[in-house]
């Protein structure tokens, strides 16, 4: 229950603070959280891709919360894999940063895609893999704020694709 409160308030809190805009190197970010999300694997051995990304402009403060959640969540959906293997990566495109984030984990079923971003909708057990389902809700939030879009791609037991994109002209 108290996390669920701190998720809430921490999610709010999300879409009220003032944007803080400004350029810098999204790999900086994305090894950052990738060593402190590596510091809480309790010696799972997971195999990690990372492209080289691109110079964003965006609020680093809340980007940093959304590759929390999402390679929190890359992280915890590959529980079962004796090998997890965690990709991130860029798409091409002419106006757009498209970043992807993606998993051989347990996958979900592409007919609930359209839950996956609203607030407490969860796929998977409670009693499988933990969780309040405000994460992704809170990513899409910031992604949104700062004029971006989300989305995903998944197949049942075939691993997840998490992507979002911001605009390059964001200023
Ligand atoms: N990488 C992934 N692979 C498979 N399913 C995923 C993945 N990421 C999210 N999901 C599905 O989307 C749901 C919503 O994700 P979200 O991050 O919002 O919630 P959560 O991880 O369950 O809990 P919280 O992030 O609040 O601790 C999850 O419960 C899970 O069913
Ligand atoms: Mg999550």
Not at 37 to 52: A, D, F, P
């Amino acid at each position: 229950m108290e996390l669920l409160v701190h998720d809430l308030l921490h999610f709010s809190r999300t879409s009220r603070t003032e944007l803080r805009l400004r350029q810098f190197q999204l790999g900086d970010l994305v090894e950052e959280v990738k060593q402190s999300v590596q510091s809480e694997l309790n010696g799972r051995v997971i195999n990690w891709k990372v492209h080289s990304l691109p110079e964003v402009r965006g609020d680093p403060a809340l980007l940093r919360v959304v590759f929390n959640n999402l390679l929190g969540n890359a992280v915890k959906y590959t529980r079962p894999r004796k090998t997890a293997s965690i990709e991130i990566g860029t798409c091409p495109s002419e106006r757009e940063h498209i970043i992807f984030i993606r998993d051989n984990g347990v996958g979900f079923d592409m007919q609930y895609v359209g839950k996956l971003f609203g607030v407490f909708q969860r796929l998977h057990h409670v009693e499988e893999f933990e969780g309040t389902g405000i994460g992704l809700a809170t990513v899409q939030r910031i992604i949104v704020r700062q004029g971006g879009r989300v989305w995903a791609e998944g197949k049942e037991n075939e691993g997840a694709t998490f992507y979002f994109a911001l605009p390059k002209e964001n200023g």
